[in-house]
């Protein structure tokens, strides 16, 4: 069943559509990521030209972002009091990210800078947090168990703690309002919500627990997607609200379902999957810099908007 | 019924017309439509060409979209990695190019007239308006020519020509869906010899209509109310999923 897509100005079939929007909407609710970084290429895929998959994207994790974000308020998993100071440092970031975001255009590097942001933190990250519960989890097998709430390190010597009830937690606004202003930054240059380096720098850094973390962040996806979608619609109208509601039908379910799971699982086991996406997304990046390109040409058509 | 219409009134013109300019009208051509209309459920498009000769010769038909300017990047390696280096703009590029002749058109055209008219792939003229290298201009043209026929947007095969009988033909020209919209021409030639001894040029528009034309417009001219539209739909979508969804 092919659709035509005003915007996209291509058809495409409804029902992979939907499929990709519930698969994406899956990994949405269950690891608190918008799924914008990994709907983009997949659109972009499928033909649709890279602005539009940009700005549809954000259209669409404005959709999962929403589903998954009830279903986890629902679930008590929301730490709003964190989420305002993520969010005051997030809408800092973001002006200073699209400074940035023209200066690396006017530049020519774009794309480059982006790419090795890309792969410098997903690797970063994705190993980091992949040896750490990997570890945790074959401890756990030991009957050897000194529980701790969250590790103490240097996060607690810094001034200005605050007490997040919700997340059980007594320490500094300065880190969360840093991860916020890096997100936003980075989010305003790469044009994605930022939930996949939100997600692990709350665990790892501010030392919050694996469910709140999601939940919390799926708060700062809703509105960072919101400003970004608001902005690449009235920049370039590259927002297909077709193609959007198509892959949000799936999502919104998908992301229900996510949150389900994402409930139910052990919170390492949570942090091995969303190491190894992390890693495979980053592992992907890395192939197309190194691999030898199919064509070394790309075409982009000008100043048809 | 509206391309049998489109038929019998060729006919009828062509009847009405035949006594009258037998001298002059060499090549008579009409589309079955002058208007391809994108809606929601475009999934591409066939146009039927009908055409009458008074003299023999050979047939030619080429298609060509809107042009606009279009920038080539080339990847290089550095260090290991494959960067953006160079790159071109070309300057008022037809975003479509198909065509179609009744033989190959190396055999019908010299290549001097081929060039002149623009006509096969090869001969696509394409103007660079930023300063490039010779190689990087041509291999730019050819990575350019081999996008494009991937995406079915420039191809050799407009359509087969068919002969209804010795002056008579048609060809079915197929549109796909990704067809950009604008103001296409449709140029018939007919030629003898090495010569054009007629040619027609007939209009074809791209439009996008019903919901797909005003979603789009809507999108351009008003793109404020359209985000928050958009948004609006968005939240709706992610807050019925919950409700719906909820008891997963």
């Known amino acids: 069943m092919d659709v035509y897509l005003p915007i996209a100005e291509l058809s495409l079939n409804a029902l992979i559509l939907l499929g990709l929007g ?284 | 019924m509206k391309r049998v219409l489109g038929l019998i009134s060729l006919i009828v013109c062509l009847g009405l017309a035949g006594p009258v300019g037998a001298a002059g009208e060499k090549l008579v051509v009409d589309l079955s439509t002058h208007q391809i209309a994108i809606d929601s459920r475009f999934t591409g498009a066939e146009v039927i060409m009908f055409g009458a000769t008074k003299s023999a010769g050979d047939v030619v038909v080429v298609v060509r979209g809107p042009g606009d300017s279009v920038a080539v990047r080339r990847k290089e390696r550095s260090a290991g990695l494959w960067f953006n280096s160079d790159s071109v703009e070309f300057a008022d590029v037809p975003l479509y190019y198909t065509y179609a002749a009744s033989r190959p058109v190396e055999e019908i055209f010299p290549e001097a007239l081929r060039r002149e008219r623009q006509i096969g792939l090869d001969q696509i003229v394409l103007v660079p308006k930023t300063d490039a290298s010779g190689d990087m201009i041509q291999s730019s043209r050819e990575a350019l020519l081999r996008e494009r026929v991937r995406h079915a947007l420039y191809s050799e095969q407009a359509g087969v020509i068919t002969f209804i009988d010795a002056n008579l033909f048609r060809v079915s020209l197929a549109f796909p869906a990704s067809i950009p919209t604008g103001d296409y021409r449709v140029d018939v030639f007919l030629v003898d010899q090495g010569r054009i001894i007629a040619e027609r040029t007939t209009p074809l528009a791209v439009t996008k209509i019903g919901v797909a034309a005003q979603l789009f417009d809507f999108a351009h001219r008003q793109a404020a109310a359209y985000a928050a539209i958009a948004i609006a739909a968005a939240l709706l979508a992610g807050w019925l999923g919950y409700v719906v969804f909820r008891k997963v």
Not at chain 1, 35 to 53: D, N, S, W
Not at chain 1, 141 to 158: D, I
């Open chain 1, 22 to 305: 519930g698969a994406v909407g899956f990994l949405s609710g269950l690891f608190g990521v918008g799924g914008g970084f990994l709907m983009t290429p997949l659109l972009i895929f499928l033909g649709v030209a890279p602005a539009v998959a940009v700005g549809t994207g954000t259209n669409l994790v404005v959709a999962s972002s929403v589903s998954g974000l009830m279903a986890h308020w629902r679930r008590r998993n929301v730490d709003f009091k964190m989420a305002t100071i993520i969010l005051s440092g997030g809408v800092m970031g973001a002006g200073l990210g699209i400074w940035v975001f023209s200066l690396l255009r006017r530049a020519g590097q774009l794309d480059e800078v982006v790419a090795l942001l890309y792969i410098v933190f997903l690797g970063a990250i994705g190993a980091l947090m992949g040896v750490e519960s990997l570890s945790k989890l074959l401890r756990r097998r030991q009957p050897v168990s000194t529980r701790r709430a969250h590790s103490h390190n240097w996060v607690h010597g810094l001034p200005f703690k605050l007490r997040f009830r919700r997340s059980k937690l007594y320490v500094s606004a300065v880190p969360p309002a840093v991860i916020g202003f890096f997100t936003g930054m980075l989010a305003t240059v790469m044009g994605v919500g930022g939930g996949f380096l939100m997600v692990p720098a709350l665990i790892y850094i501010v030392g919050m627990p694996t469910g709140i973390v999601i939940g919390t962040s799926l708060f700062g996806i809703l509105a960072v997607s919101i400003a970004s979608c608001f902005a690449h619609a009235m920049a370039s109208q590259t927002v297909d609200i077709t193609l959007a509601l198509l892959l949000a039908g799936g999502a919104v379910i998908g992301a229900q379902y996510g949150s389900k799971v994402s409930s139910k699982l052990r919170s390492e086991h949570l942090r091995v999957l969303l190491a190894l996406m992390v890693l495979a997304v980053c592992g992907r990046l890395v192939l197309e810099l190194v691999g030898t390109p199919d064509d070394p040409f790309s075409i982009e058509v000008l100043g048809r908007r």
